[in-house]
């Protein structure tokens, strides 16, 4: 109970950012539709290249949700280092508080909103 309590904060603190106008970076179409079931209203970027995306949200502020994989990790990392030659430095933090509640059972974006659905469901 106090874990799901904890994960939806989590959600509610994404949805409050993107609120403010901070965009948030996923790998794919579907990892932008889990957030939208979540409610998550604001500008979702689907990665599409490091430079590519990088252009695309260089003067944002900027979240990284990509998954909790070798793969996300190493777009993370990508995109950290295009990010920051215009200065520009996401947040990661986010992604890892998430992914620190529930990496045991989902690692991908796009299994979060089933996962807390399920979880919901259980209580």
Do not use: Q
């Not at 409050?16 to 979702?44: C, N, Q, T, Y």
């Not at 030659?85 to 992604?95: A, I, M, Q, T």
């Not at 998430?98 to 259980?122: A, M, Q």
Request: charged content about 40%; glycine content about 6%.
């Amino acid at each position: 109970m106090e874990d799901l309590k904890e994960l939806l904060d989590l959600i509610e603190e994404l949805k409050e950012l993107s609120k403010e106008g901070w965009v948030i970076v996923v790998e794919g179409a579907k990892d932008a539709r889990s957030l939208r079931d979540l409610g998550i209203e604001g500008e979702i970027v689907i990665f599409s290249g490091f430079l590519n995306t990088a252009e695309k949200i260089k003067d944002r502020k900027v979240i990284l949700l990509t998954d909790y994989d070798h793969e996300g990790f190493d777009i993370d990392k990508g995109l950290l280092k295009a990010l920051s030659s215009y200065g520009n430095f996401p947040n990661v933090e986010l992604k890892r508080r998430l992914f620190c509640r529930i990496k045991k059972e989902v690692t991908k974006v796009e299994e979060l909103s089933n996962f807390i659905w399920r979880e919901r469901n259980e209580l």
